[in-house]
């Protein structure tokens, strides 16, 4: 059941929402997309494998991995186990290589070979919710239907004010009421990359984080 939210709280949102938007385009002008792909799939296979692992991580093993497996065919030919070992780093491998080669099998049969460019397409191959759809679409396809809400941007929208929500598809809702479209895909590359440099989720000074004055004088 989602929160119902005052006029007056989604106004001190909107406020709070815009002084952060400004502020991570000054600290992050050039932000993008940590993981490294040449293509949709392998911006696809990199997205799944980035779930409870790190982004350094996952470049680590993809830059192996995509050398080993080139195309879609690679990947359907795939042996299962040895997937799991080639992803092993990354954790959850289990699932990660189920997904991954489940995926790439529906690509093929219901998609002609192509990782799709639509919302409800995407969501349809395993491992695939919208966090990594978003992710896809924008980054891929330059295609901005949400916005992608990963531990990060989860962490610091709770942290700063812009929502009261714990799950991921509520607070992607209550982030693009108060977040202009054109900064959708630039919010969460900027939140990520803040996240890491300046607030992260151990302890830290966080009072003198750059975000922190500026946002808790509107409360």
Known sequence: MEKKI?????????????IIIDKLAILFPESKIALNF????????????????????????????????????????????????????????????KNI??????IKNDFNG???????????????ARKTANIVLG??????????????????????????????NKIEKDLMKIIPQTEWLNLNHRLIEYGREYCPARKHDHNNCPLTKDVDSIR
């Open 6 to 18: 005052s006029k007056e709280e989604l106004n001190k949102r909107k406020e709070r929402a815009l």
């Open 38 to 97: 040449s293509n949709n799939l392998e911006l696809l296979i990199a997205v799944i494998l980035s779930a409870q692992c790190t982004d350094k991580k996952v470049n680590e093993v993809t830059e192996k991995l995509f050398k080993k497996y080139k195309n879609l065919g690679d990947y359907l030919d795939a042996d299962l186990m040895e997937f799991e070992k080639d992803i092993h780093s990354t954790g959850f491998y289990h699932n990660k290589a």
């Open 101 to 106: 080669l489940a995926a790439v099998k529906i």
């Open 114 to 128: 192509k990782v799709p460019d639509r919302m409800e397409n995407l969501l349809k191959l395993p491992g695939v």
């Open 139 to 168: 980054d891929g396809f330059g295609k901005v239907e949400g916005i992608a809400v990963d531990t990060h941007v989860k962490r610091l929208s709770l942290l700063y004010g812009l929502t009261k929500e714990n799950n991921p």
